[in-house]
């Protein structure tokens, strides 16, 4: 298993860029260079995602802002610099060690397309 690819969940190759494995999801999955298939995170990295994103960005921007503004000592941009970097560790280290998931034919993108066809028919 390589670090800076996941393994594909169709060929079971090291195939998908980490980068946008980790990004990937139901409107965007990633795709194995060797095989083609298409993979994105599994459901609980996304709500993970959500959740903390949710619970810890307010308060890791918002508390080191107030200290700058009612201080005013430059050990505030200090603090605001280590709470993006907690934030970003905690927001992006899930999806970067969670295993890939195989995209499923019904998710995001095939569900555009079935919406563009639609329309298209309705058109005429």
């Not at 195939?15 to 993979?39: D, L, M, N, T």
């Not at 619970?55 to 610099?81: D, E, K, N, Q, S």
Request: net charge positive.
């Amino acid at each position: 298993m390589s670090f800076s690819r996941f393994r594909c969940p169709h060929c079971g190759e090291d195939g998908i860029p980490r980068w946008s494995g980790s990004s990937s999801s139901v409107w965007g999955p990633a795709r194995c260079e060797h095989c083609g298939g298409k993979a994105k995170v599994k459901a609980w990295v996304d709500a993970w995602n959500a959740t903390a994103g949710t619970l810890f960005a307010v308060p890791l921007l918002v508390i080191p802002i107030l200290v700058f503004a009612l201080t005013g000592r430059p050990w505030g941009y200090a603090l605001a610099a280590a709470s993006f970097t907690v934030m970003f560790v905690i927001l992006s280290l899930p999806s970067w060690l969670a295993p890939l998931r195989k995209a499923d034919p019904h998710d995001g993108e095939s569900i555009l397309q079935s919406i563009r066809r639609h329309y298209r028919r309705l058109r005429g």
